[in-house]
């Protein structure tokens, strides 16, 4: 057995301070020259001090391990650290148990270098450092990170290194078991600054790979060009008695770019309690965000996708939402819902895609979508392509299977005149829209089947002046279209402002109308108020219907400045 005379560089981990993060010695502590104590046994000294970790520790002790070429059962005893076993537990690794920690600790390193193969197994709130590799000016290069995990697994933090780190195979977390991957955090410096490249690797895998497991989190840096997807997360078949299936739940993704990958940004299977945080999916080959399989309680919050297939594609959510995010100048839609109920999508946007912004689709293959919510979402130059999709919400169904939705207080913006095609489109039988307080200048269109029920909103004409027969306002199905209609018309007209409290001369009219065959038939239901025309300012008007225009005619001596509030209920709507 050999012994070299040799300083080198090291970190220990020293204590968990007040954070819940071990802190760790600094890189002032040093691994003497190992000496030998007994047959295969050596001491090293130990200048402990705290501050922050890096790899020199693992490295070094590497390092030594490996000139010494140890063997199972050579023990090394450091300084201000109780005997550390060293065991080879393979032909490439070493095993190392510090018995000193109140809970067992072990980490399994390759004996040669960082630029090699390196597992870490960690236990009861380890903290492993990557930052500040041997050569930090050089490019990072780790060619598998390996983290694994056991039933008794919880705790600790995986610091990815500041850096372009190119890694020739996958991460893979691992878990062996039902959900027992807990309380892990993998963690960057931000998505700018630590990166995980993944152009070298070999084989078709993904980059990082969870299997289920429960409590873990993914933060602060960059997953780039995996040969599949940048970040799957793998969920199995799901039982109650959770006998035959796993699924993850509780994982927290925060501040990440997963770009330029040859599958989706981000791909999940079954799992449970997800969220999404400020997560940038971009310019990669499938979607940006794919969720396969039953999820509930998922929530996107601010994320962006970008220059994907589609950027949010999203099958089987449960009482789930999608907050504050944006997605544009994907080939495909913004974002796609199929077989999902109650999810909610509020405050989000998309612009520029080559589809629709908003694409809900039911069939017998996809499943049916149930109560989903759309409140204050925006659409702008979508259908790109101008291959006949709604530029803000397209429903489609096929077989009749249901595609029920809500859109409230949203509004949709063309600028390409070459391109303009309805805001709203609902297709086929089963799917049903109710929409209201839109702002939609381009209409909407029901077509085989599909329905769209509108919640009445006020027309108000201010101001307009009536000195012979005038049109107030157009008259519409709630399909979107004008080849027929019916319903009932309040109308309020009065000399003055509504909004003032000032005396003013008003009349009320209640008309019902039927449009049937090209033909209009008006009848006027009752009429209060000053409506005998006495009066220059008294609010006196006959109606009819003319190429479905609303027209008053002044009755006497009305004749001036009139306003005017109508509401279309029924299966009428009425718009200026």
């Known amino acids: ?82 005997a550390s076993i060293i065991s080879r537990s393979s032909s490439t690794y070493y095993r190392v148990v510090y018995s000193n920690y109140t809970s067992p600790k072990s980490v399994e390193l390759h004996p040669c270098n960082v630029n090699s193969e390196l597992a870490l197994l960690l236990m009861h709130g380890d903290c492993i450092n990557l930052n500040q590799v041997a050569n930090p000016t050089n490019i990072n290069n780790v060619s598998n990170l390996l983290i694994t995990g056991d039933s008794i697994t919880t705790g600790g933090v995986i610091d990815i290194p500041i850096g372009k780190n190119n890694v020739s195979s996958r991460a893979y977390f691992r878990v062996d078991g039902h959900n027992n991957f807990v309380n892990r955090t993998i963690l960057g410096s931000g998505k700018a600054a630590s990166a995980l490249d993944f152009s070298k690797a070999n084989g078709a895998d993904s980059g990082v790979v969870f299997e289920p497991g429960v409590f873990y989190s993914l933060r602060d840096l960059a997953v780039y060009n995996s040969k599949s997807d940048g970040v799957a997360q793998l969920g199995g078949e799901f039982t109650l008695d959770q006998t035959t299936g796993i699924a993850w739940n509780h994982a927290y993704f925060a501040d990440l770019r997963v770009s330029y990958n040859e599958g989706d940004g981000v791909s999940s299977g079954r799992g449970f309690l997800g969220t999404y945080s400020r997560v940038f999916a971009s310019h990669n080959a499938g979607h940006g965000f794919n969720m396969q399989g039953l999820h509930t309680s998922l929530r996107f919050d601010n994320c962006y996708s970008a220059r994907n297939e589609v950027g949010y594609k999203i099958n089987q959510a449960f009482y789930s939402s999608i907050g504050s995010c944006a997605s544009d100048l994907n ?55 101008n291959q006949g999709f709604a530029n803000l919400l397209h429903l489609k169904s096929e077989g009749g299977k249901e595609n029920t939705a809500t859109l409230i207080n949203s509004a949709s913006k063309q600028s390409n005149s070459a391109h303009l095609i309805e805001d709203v489109i609902v297709d086929g039988e089963g799917a049903y829209l109710v929409e209201g307080f839109n702002d939609l200048p381009n209409g909407v269109r029901s077509q085989r089947g599909g329905y769209i029920q509108h919640l009445p909103k006020h027309t108000v004409v201010p101001n307009k002046s009536v000195t012979s027969p005038t049109a107030i306002c157009r008259l519409l199905s709630p399909q979107g279209h004008s080849s027929a209609y019916g319903g009932e018309l309040m109308i309020q007209a009065s000399n003055g402002d509504p909004a003032s409290s000032l005396n003013k001369n008003t009349a009320l009219y209640k008309i019902a109308v039927c449009k049937s ?60």
């Open 517 to 576: 065959d090209n033909t209009v038939f008006v009848e006027q239901q009752y009429a209060l108020g000053r409506i005998e025309g006495a009066g220059r300012s008294w609010p006196s008007f006959s109606w009819s219907v003319e190429n479905d225009q609303l027209i008053a005619t002044p009755i006497n001596a009305a004749n001036g400045q009139f306003y005017f509030e109508v509401l279309g209920t029924g299966f009428v709507k009425t718009t200026k």
């Open 331 to 385: 080939s495909q839609h913004g974002y796609e819902i199929s077989n999902s109920h109650s999810l909610d999508i509020a405050g989000s946007g998309a612009e520029h895609n080559r589809k629709s912004g908003f694409y809900l689709t039911a069939s017998s293959t996809s499943g049916e979508n149930k109560n989903i919510s759309l409140n204050s979402v925006f659409g702008f130059n979508n259908n790109s392509a």
């Open 1 to 82: 057995m050999s012994n070299k005379n040799e300083s080198n560089i090291l970190d220990g981990v020293k204590e968990v301070g007040s954070s819940g993060r071990r802190r760790f010695l600094s890189a002032g502590a040093i691994i003497s020259a190992a000496i030998p104590v007994g047959v295969a046994t050596y001491s090293t000294g130990l200048e402990a001090s705290t501050g922050t970790s890096n790899i020199h520790f693992f490295k070094a002790l590497s390092d030594a391990l490996n000139s010494h070429q140890l063997s199972e059962g050579d023990t090394v005893f450091i300084h201000q650290a109780t």
